[in-house]
DNA sequence: TAGGCCATCTGGTCCT
DNA sequence: AGGACCAGATGGCCTA
């Protein structure tokens, strides 16, 4: 497969991750140990001697996240990691490994050294989680998406709610006859606190609550045609519910 | 023990 | 030519 050809968008809405996001999922793993900056036996600096090449020119352990410390290198049997040895066919091919192989896979190790700090900054201002839990690297992904989602939504909401003789808006075709057509003020005082409450409710988990926003939009944009703007909008507190996934709707 | 997550190595491809 | 980016493969660690 070609590196750049762009990768088909993922649909949050099937896939396995995106279910165990979607619900007020168990994986909220405490991981004790990484949020204490280390890894499992993550204590060495990260020299790899790969392929019995002797010096590895690894010692770049350049971008300690200090939650994806480096981890212990792989065990090497007879100066040859057992990777290494499974590849052996591929690796014959274009000879011994030099110095270019060896700086390459410091700059790939440094690069995702460097992502890993990227998604840490991104942990660190999304909302914290009400238990020492780290977002996984896909699930720091969506809740971001579903959190920036979430609050363009309360700004969009926020301004409808300001425009006192805002237009209405037809009801989408196909839409609950009880359903709102418009966003009232009842509805959005819970909106607000159904989008927002969220972040400061211990009892809640912020992901599940942006995943609810994040299936509003789908819900959203399933239901409008192009050009018009979203007017249903039917929140139910989702926060301090026994079961939040049966609490919600759209 | 299986499954999830992760770090790392690796070779291919694209870009500068 | 060399760096950046990408995805596959692999093995370690952790949890249910």
Redesign the pocket.
Known sequence: ????EP?APTDLRTS??AV?LCRFS??V?????EAGGT???GDTG?T?G??GTGD?G?TG?TGD?GI?A??????VAGGE????I??RP??E??AP?GR??I???D???S???NL?SALDALRRILPALPEEAKL???ETLRFAHNYIWALSETLRMADQHGHAHAPEYPAPVGSDPGSPTSVSSAEWDSASSAVSGCEISAACDPRNCYTFAHQMKCKILSREPPGVRPVTFYFKSICGEEDPRNTWRI
């Open positions: 497969m070609s590196p750049k990768c396995r991750d165990t168990p994986t793993r405490s991981r004790v140990k890894l499992g036996t990260d790899l790969t392929g590895t690894d352990d996240t994806n480096p981890r212990k290198p792989l065990a990691a057992p990777s290494m499974n590849l591929r690796s091919k274009s490994r270019r192989r700086k390459a896979n700059r790939e190790r690069r995702m050294h890993n996984t690297k896909i």
